[in-house]
């Protein structure tokens, strides 16, 4: 409850088939800019998809894309709504990216 009154968002990675929380940040946009700094920093291979995915509200998904092409020039090859067992999870407005990093 805390955490949604000051507006605390995870962000978390798949690496290696498990899932880790990679930090928190306070706002959505904040959030973006971590995701935009993560793909800089760990280059994507652009031999396979790049895939945007979210939760009920595409929004959240179209201004990541934007800061993502206007950041790092990379474009969401797919985009896709989050299975529903994901999504029951991770609840509405999640949001995020899914792509093979360069080795």
Do not use: Q
Request: glycine content about 10%; aromatic content about 10%; proline content about 3%.
């Amino acid at each position: 409850m805390i955490g949604k009154i000051l507006k605390i968002i995870p962000v978390i990675t798949f690496n290696d088939g498990a899932l880790l929380s990679l930090t928190k940040v306070r706002g959505k946009t904040k959030g973006m800019f971590y995701i935009c700094d993560y793909v800089n920093k760990y280059k994507v291979d652009v031999r396979y998809p790049v895939i945007g995915s979210y939760t009920r509200d595409k929004e959240n998904l179209d201004r990541l894309g934007k800061m993502l092409l206007e950041t790092n020039g990379i474009n969401l090859n797919i985009e896709e709504d989050m299975s529903a067992s994901i999504a029951a999870h991770w609840g509405p407005g999640a949001f995020g990216v899914v792509y093979i990093k360069t080795k």
